[in-house]
């Protein structure tokens, strides 16, 4: 019997569809237009910050609540979720850059590459929208 904590997961998941909308209507403008509103930058990074984190978290509770391999970093957890069918290839490999790029988001702060963030969102939106469909049809499947 696995250990897996669906409520939590079901909590994580909204979350991230939450600030996947949110994302949608802060980069609905041209570069510059977003580039120019500090607050409208503060507000991307901050939910793509989130999204990273629900996407790890999630990925980590699936991994411990199904007994799969040990990830050795983050990107490791969207490797394993792919070699366990729960992300197709490609989805995989967006939310890869994606994951990659908490570093900029935690560690490089205070220089954050805008431009880069911007199209990162850009290119993650549609993985990131089938990601939480992804989890719970996997959890579906091997729970019931």
């Known amino acids: 019997m696995y250990n897996l904590n669906t409520d939590r997961i079901e909590s994580v998941l909204l979350h991230l569809e939450e600030r996947l909308r949110l994302l949608r209507t802060l980069i609905n403008a041209p570069d510059a237009d977003i580039l120019s ?6 507000a991307i990074e901050r939910a793509l910050h989130t999204t990273i984190e629900a996407i790890v978290d999630t990925g980590n509770a699936l991994i411990d609540g ?5 990830p050795g970093s983050y990107t490791d957890i969207v490797e394993i979720l792919r070699d366990e069918r729960v992300l197709d290839d490609q989805s995989a490999a967006v939310l ?21 963030m911007i199209r990162l969102v850009r290119v993650s939106l549609d993985s990131l929208a089938r990601f939480s469909s992804a989890v719970r049809q996997y959890i579906k499947q091997e729970l019931f």
């Open 37 to 42: 509103d500090q607050t409208v930058v503060a």
């Open 66 to 70: 199904f007994i799969m391999r040990d």
């Open 96 to 116: 890869t850059e994606l994951v990659a790029f908490r570093k900029e988001l935690v560690h490089n702060y205070t220089d954050v590459p805008q431009l880069e």
